[in-house]
């Protein structure tokens, strides 16, 4: 405890970004520190599994101390420490797993074994006043413009004036949107997530990430996507949407890579040149339509008026703003963390092991990683 605040260590090493965070009382980010391996990855175009493992041996205990050092904690101050133990790259979690479990043992802390997807709905409950990351505002009006900047409000434009702490508890419905995941999930109790729909094949950031490949943009390809898909038209090319049978809150991402493939192929073979731009934004476009398609339906479904987004593919410009506007439609509330906590990090780990270890208690020190893991 410090200044009578429970205090979380959290850690998230799933896939390539090694991560530590502190949080008080669940929700109020006192740090938030994430090591970024993407320069060793990108010379091979995606994720390495085994480098990445050893990354994460050599950078994790650096990243915990930074952690604790700029949240002004010690390890006295801990109350709980939590670590994603799937789903992920399975050597790459177990070492943010292990280090997490020995490191609760050595200091006689509790411990919680955090699924990584709960982590992505918990990202909507954070503070983002934390040092180096701006506050956000939660009013309608802001989610929309937020959305539509593809960004967090800064303070000087009224940011640090509107909520800093997000007041959203459940029951609501959450989209997460990532490289390993596209689910939408009514989140019913802090404990109770039942997942109403998921990708039958790729995830949409799996899609990103090869339809940026096919477009000769590099690794990680979604950020680039939506940084080349500014400057095209939407509506210059088509590619299809696939919705799966009538009422089905399932997606299918997997054949829009052949369709971006083909599409450059046969205009590149016909003499033409293709304008990459609108390639991006016509693929983007498509996805976003299916997302925002089934987002509305299971909204409805579940009756639900409040929304989280989060997962790396939630800090997409076009998406974000999409899903403000289907929002303001429905007349729902929209949660959209700034897209660095979008994308993978430790503090959404400790605000679902806070909520986790609060609701159920402890998880026991022998669990395992795991690659793939029900919600
Ligand atoms: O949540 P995340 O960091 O890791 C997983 O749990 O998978 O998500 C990573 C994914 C990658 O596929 C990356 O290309 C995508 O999120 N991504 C984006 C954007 N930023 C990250 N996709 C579209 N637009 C973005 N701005
Ligand atoms: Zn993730």
């Keep these: 405890m410090k200044d009578g605040k429970f205090i979380t260590l959290g850690i998230e090493t799933s896939c390539d970004e090694t991560a530590a965070a502190v949080t008080a009382d669940g929700r109020e980010t006192l740090s938030n520190v994430i090591a970024s391996q993407i320069d060793v990855h990108k010379v091979f175009g995606g994720v390495v599994p085994e480098i990445a493992s050893r990354h994460h041996l050599t950078q994790i205990n650096a990243v915990m101390d930074s952690a604790l050092s700029e949240a002004g904690v010690s390890w006295e101050d801990i109350d709980l420490v939590g670590a994603t133990y799937g789903p992920g790259l399975v050597g790459a979690v177990l070492i943010g797993l292990s280090t997490a479990k020995a490191a609760a043992y050595a200091a006689a802390k509790p411990f ?106 590099g690794y990680p390809g979604g950020p680039k996507v939506d940084e080349l898909a500014k400057n095209g038209d939407p509506t210059a090319v088509k590619f299809k ?41 016509g693929f983007e476009a498509s996805a976003t339509d299916v997302i925002e398609t089934k987002t509305r339906l299971a909204l409805r479904r579940a009756g639900r008026k409040k929304l989280t987004m989060g997962g790396g593919v939630a800090a997409n410009s076009m998406l974000r703003s999409r899903i403000a506007a289907v929002c303001m439609e429905e007349r729902v509330e929209l949660y959209a963390p700034p897209p660095v906590y979008c994308t993978d990090n430790a503090a959404m780990i400790a605000c679902a092991a806070y909520y986790q270890y609060l609701c159920e208690g402890s998880s026991s020190l022998d669990i395992d990683a795991y690659a793939s893991l029900p919600l």
């Design 112 to 217: 919680a074994a955090v699924h990584h997807i709960k982590g992505h709905v918990c990202a909507s409950y954070l503070s983002t006043a934390s040092p180096g990351v701006p506050a956000r505002g939660l009013a309608d009006a802001d989610a929309v413009d937020l959305a539509s900047a593809g960004r967090s409000l800064p303070e000087d434009e009224g940011g640090a004036a509107v909520a800093a702490m997000p007041t959203i508890e459940p029951p609501h419905l959450a989209l997460v949107v990532s490289g390993g995941h596209t689910d939408l999930i009514d989140v019913r109790s802090y404990t109770d997530y039942v997942l109403l729909g998921h990708t039958r094949d790729d995830a949409v950031g799996e899609a990103f990430d090869k339809v940026a490949r096919s477009l000769g943009l």
């Design 241 to 281: 949407r696939v919705y799966l049978e009538e009422g089905s809150l399932d997606f299918s991402f997997s054949g829009i890579k052949t369709g971006v493939l083909n599409y450059i192929n046969t205009e590149r073979q016909a003499g033409r040149e293709v304008n990459l731009a609108d390639v991006a934004a």
